[in-house]
T-cell receptor
């Protein structure tokens, strides 16, 4: 168990709809990363937050948005969903001040199916 | 910007044999971290091994070891005594030594099959 939680585990929705994916980082971690992984593909970096502020942006569509809240949990909002948005969405956390640990810890992912 | 390359999209190994997965990276930084992650069919991302660039000694975790060649910007993963459970996608990753973890780059992955 990495300590990173993601909800829901599975989500099935229709095209055109909007969904929100939630992530709680490991206790003490200030950074949250979001990734998209389509079937048999690599990890596509979407966005990173550090202590509530956006720090890095990857190939995130304009239909997607994210935020990190004061309690450090993060939400990824996907709107106007298309069939191609069906994927596994990972959240990862990292960076606990004062702790020498530099890897990312991944949650179990949210499997999104758009029909 | 840093890049990570894994030139072997797929590899296979016989059970109990040894296999080496390749990874190269491009950076102008002198201090950074490198990682190998494993993604089995369950699709959970699992950290296999980490290496700090300032350490000359290659990291080892049980049957997993790395060959870190800083000058060549190469970071290969060796799996000894391969087991069926080692079958997975393996991702090489790079992280800058910054305070925010904002420069974390993954390679495209290598799919490893283990043959009984």
């Amino acid at each position: 168990d990495s300590g990173v939680t993601q909800t829901p585990k599975h989500l099935i929705t229709a095209t055109g709809q909007r969904v929100t994916l939630r992530c709680s980082p490991r206790s003490g971690d200030l950074s949250v990363y979001w990734y998209q992984q389509s079937l048999d593909q690599g990890l596509q970096f979407l966005i990173q937050y550090y202590n509530g502020e956006e720090r890095a942006k990857g190939n995130i569509l304009e239909r997607f948005s994210a935020q990190q809240f004061p309690d450090l949990h993060s939400e990824l909002n996907l709107s106007s969903l298309e069939l191609g948005d069906s994927a596994l969405y990972f959240c990862a956390s990292s960076v606990t001040p004062g702790v020498e640990s530099y890897e990312q810890y991944f949650g179990p992912g949210t499997r999104l199916t758009v029909t | 910007a840093q890049t990570v390359t894994q030139s072997q999209p797929e590899m296979s190994v016989q059970e109990a044999e040894t296999v080496t997965l390749s990874c190269t990276y491009d950076t102008s930084e002198s201090d950074y971290y490198l990682f190998w992650y494993k993604q089995p069919p369950s699709r959970q991302m699992i950290l296999v091994i980490r290496q700090e660039a300032y350490k000359q000694q290659n990291a080892t975790e049980n049957r997993f070891s790395v060959n870190f060649q800083k000058a060549a910007k190469s970071f290969s993963l060796k799996i000894s005594d391969s087991q069926l459970g080692d079958a997975a996608m393996y991702f090489c990753a790079y992280r800058s030594r910054d305070n925010y973890g904002q420069n974390f780059v993954f390679g495209p992955g290598t799919r490893l099959s283990v043959l009984p």
